[in-house]
């Protein structure tokens, strides 16, 4: 937790360091703002990036880091969040279906309630999947429209998903 609120206080120092005019001093702030900010003082951090004469309270910066804590968090964890980023990566070189894909990303160490929920919020088409891996299997093999619809549900997909994928490939 402790970790978050150091790396909400970073983020929050760019976002205002950003906001004012860039001079030397300005850089000397920024600085001193993250070494304090590395040190655990939050609110050290934002106050050296508060304009003088502006009047700033803990309540304030608790306010500034619970709004950027939400804005970060409102996906999902950051555990479910990496293993969302491995689903895209693999479904960007690979097909899969929704189980392999679950399977993988469990592989990769993922809890499976991280790895389920990545898959749910993953943006795919698993038709799509389907025949992408019906079209990867007559690449290198030869299958009959039967048994490459076999080939598919038994590496997860549905037998709609199948079929349609095997229709997709000219089977």
């Keep these: 937790m402790k970790k978050s609120i150091i790396a909400i206080a970073l983020v929050a120092g760019f976002v205002l360091a950003g906001c004012s005019s860039t001079t030397s001093s300005d850089s000397t702030t920024s600085d001193s703002s993250l070494e304090a900010a590395s040190e655990g003082t939050e609110s050290a951090a934002l106050a050296e990036e508060t304009p003088s004469g502006a009047d700033t309270t803990d309540e304030d910066v608790m306010v500034e880091d619970e709004e950027i804590v939400e804005e970060s968090t409102i996906g999902g964890s950051v555990s479910q969040e990496n293993a969302l980023a491995s689903a895209e990566s693999y479904l960007n070189y690979s097909a899969f279906s929704r189980s392999g894909l ?18 749910d919020n993953v943006s795919v088409d698993w038709k799509e999947q389907a025949a992408r891996a019906a079209q990867s ?15 598919l549900i038994f590496e997860g997909y549905t037998r709609n998903q199948a079929e349609y994928g095997v229709s997709q490939v000219g089977l």
Excluded: C, P
Aim: charge should be negative; avoid cysteine.
């Design 102 to 119: 679950i399977k993988q990303l469990e592989f990769e160490k993922y809890s499976t309630a991280d790895a389920t929920w990545a898959v």
């Design 137 to 151: 299997y007559l690449d290198y093999s030869s299958f009959s429209r039967s048994g490459l619809i076999d080939q």
